[in-house]
């Protein structure tokens, strides 16, 4: 009896070292940087004077691809970048900021190029909704911080090309 049982407890340890020693380890996946591709150029100007405001550099968002991603993964944007999201429709929209590593300003603006909203200082990571309360056609997501430096407002213009 004792015998079996000592065989038993050697198959056993064997087996668990070889099982052991059999795995390998699983290769690390890299994630690919994520660089700022210029598509365009905006310009914001006041609703109070039609002054010029803010003139940035623009990546579009305009594939379902591009706008499941948006700025995710990415490490960081210069002050005069920003990403223009354009939708088919205007309606309410919702943003969350799941795998975006970097603190955004969300800009909401209607179909005619108008600011009707904001969500400042978007948390990286938090995938709480951040509606814009209103109906949008186009989303603007630039540094945390920049709208109110620069002095946006519901209601100052925007254009791009």
């Known amino acids: ?3 079996k049982f000592g065989i ?3 198959v056993f340890t064997l087996f668990t070292l070889g099982v052991a020693s059999c795995k390998q380890e699983k ?4 994630q690919t940087e994520v660089s700022f591709k210029k598509e365009g150029e905006l310009q914001i100007f006041s609703s109070e004077n039609d002054s010029l405001k803010i003139k940035l550099d623009i990546e579009i968002a305009d594939t379902d691809f591009d706008i499941q991603t948006g700025m995710m993964y990415r490490k960081s944007m210069k002050s005069n970048h920003g990403m223009l999201f354009i939708f088919e429709d205007e309606r309410e929209r919702f943003f969350y900021m799941k795998n975006t590593r970097i603190p955004l300003d ?10 009707v909203s904001f969500q ?6 938090d995938e709480s909704s951040l509606p814009s309360e209103v109906p949008a056609k186009y989303v603007l997501e630039i540094n945390a ?3 109110e430096q620069w ?4 209601g100052d213009s ?3 090309n």
């Open 120 to 125: 400042k200082n978007a948390k990286p990571f």
């Open 158 to 160: 925007l254009l791009w």
């Open 27 to 30: 290769p690390k996946v890299q």
């Open 1 to 3: 009896m004792r015998f």
């Open 145 to 147: 911080g920049l709208a």
């Open 106 to 115: 969300i800009i909401y603006i209607d179909a005619k190029k108008s600011i």
């Open 8 to 10: 038993a407890l050697l």
């Open 151 to 154: 002095e946006l407002k519901v």
